[in-house]
């Protein structure tokens, strides 16, 4: 049977429509390139950690989450069924805090860089119906789950004494000799790297200091 050039034009066109159509996806916990590094009944803290030139499987977020880079790339993200997005650059230092308008977002990244893609993933598994109101500092960011706070301590620089009232992730961004210091006077010291992270499941007042020779980020991310 002869096929005219309009069916030749048509036919790969519906086939791609079908190809996109069958594309499935996994819950972002079990996507292989995605680490879960913590968990509890509050927050799931992930690493993804993407070569150049490779992409995630689709995958499927489910809660508000807050996503941290911890270096420098560049990359695409394409939601499923829809084409690629554009290239955007990530730094070291970024963060987003992300809302759930559906009942879930399906993705998939692609590193197009030179470099490894690196950044933390924290998922956020309660979206309070009453957040809480008492703000430790200066909010950087937030969505319903959470509140960002964003520390940049050059060296020998300590952040203002601030108050947690609910549970919180504190983040290093990069390497630094980081001191805590509380009201009373009593204070401690942490050698931590980029990534090194803490989940605190307490009321505490502090401040954050910087006693190294080189410049720190550090972020914390507040449960409301």
Known sequence: ?????????????????????????????????????FQN????VLKLTLPPGQRTQFHTHTHDRVA??????EIT?????????PATPSKA???????LTDASYTHRVHNVGKTAYEVLDIELLQRPENPSAALAATVAAENPSARIYNWVLPPGVTSPMHAHARPYVIVSISEI???????DGQSATHGVGPGDFRFVDAKVTHNLGNLGMTPGQ???????
Do not use: C, R, W, Y
């Open 1 to 37: 049977m002869k096929m005219g050039l309009v069916s030749l034009l048509v036919l790969p066109a519906m086939f791609v429509a079908q190809q996109t159509s069958s594309q499935t996806s996994i819950p972002v916990e079990a996507e292989p390139l995605h680490k879960v590094l």
């Open 41 to 44: 009944e509050s927050v799931i």
């Open 68 to 73: 941290i880079d911890l270096s420098s790339a």
């Open 77 to 85: 993200q394409q939601k499923i069924n829809e084409p690629e997005g």
């Open 93 to 99: 230092g970024n963060f987003s805090a992300l809302t």
């Open 177 to 183: 000799n980081l001191s805590m210091s509380s009201p």
């Open 218 to 224: 550090i972020i914390e991310v507040e449960l409301k």
